[in-house]
T-cell receptor
Framework: NAGVMQNPRHLVRRRGQEARLRCSPMKGHSHVYWYRQLPEEGLKFMVYLQKENIIDESGMPKERFSAEFPKEGPSILRIQQVVRGDSAAYFC??????????????FGPGTRLTVL | SQQGEEDPQALSIQEGENATMNCSYKTSINNLQWYRQNSGRGLVHLILIRSNEREKHSGRLRVTLDTSKKSSSLLITASRAADTASYFCATDGNQGGKLIFGQGTELSVKP
């Protein structure tokens, strides 16, 4: 059973370009979470999605950032018009269920975004 | 300040010694989890302790939870150089779904 997969592992963009980060959850998992980790810091929650639904986007900046988890295919985190401050590691996690108390979340290896 | 704060921020010990890391949080929780992150890598889940549990063991790991003090500790016994990593606690904040991470403890185990 393959783990959570993220690609690309490393992404370099120039200021103003778009960044697209992909996440394929573990087989059988229908809940996806995106987190961002700045250097020397812990992970910060961004968005929680189920298939075709955004459940909680309270951690996602209102502008330039969007996320989706379509019926078919991976979850996508999209950052438009990137700025240097977007440089970070972006982690995706998945879980089989999340009602009330969270179950264990399984993390992918992350995408390291560098904005030049 | 942020839910889930670990201390110490950094800990350096010799191989064979025990390592204790603490985590405090602010709101009620359903469970608390500990994760490990090796430099430049993803997170590995270590252990989950539910709010009605006080202590849990997994191999060389021992986790305690005190909901009255809103704190947890992670003890790694007989540490090895391979335990060198950053350790994070994470709570669900009783909100379901998202995890709230602390800043982490950077553990260095010297051979």
């Amino acid at each position: 059973n393959a783990g959570v997969m993220q690609n690309p592992r490393h992404l370099v963009r120039r200021r103003g370009q778009e960044a697209r980060l992909r996440c394929s959850p573990m087989k059988g998992h229908s809940h996806v979470y995106w987190y961002r980790q700045l250097p020397e810091e812990g992970l910060k929650f961004m968005v929680y999605l189920q298939k075709e639904n955004i459940i909680d986007e309270s951690g996602m900046p209102k502008e330039r950032f969007s996320a989706e988890f379509p019926k078919e295919g991976p979850s996508i985190l999209r950052i438009q018009q990137v700025v240097r401050g977007d440089s970070a590691a972006y982690f995706c996690a998945s879980s089989p269920q999340s009602k009330g108390g969270s179950d264990e979340q399984f993390f992918g290896p992350g995408t390291r975004l560098t904005v030049l | 300040s942020q839910q889930g704060e670990e201390d110490p921020q950094a800990l350096s010990i010799q191989e064979g010694e025990n390592a204790t890391m603490n985590c405090s949080y602010k709101t009620s929780i359903n469970n608390l989890q500990w994760y490990r992150q090796n430099s430049g890598r993803g997170l590995v889940h270590l252990i989950l302790i539910r709010s009605n549990e006080r202590e849990k063991h997994s191999g060389r790991l021992r986790v305690t939870l005190d909901t009255s003090k809103k704190s947890s500790s992670l003890l790694i016994t007989a540490s090895r150089a391979a335990d060198t990593a950053s350790y994070f606690c994470a709570t669900d904040g009783n909100q379901g779904g998202k995890l709230i991470f602390g800043q982490g403890t950077e553990l260095s185990v010297k051979p």
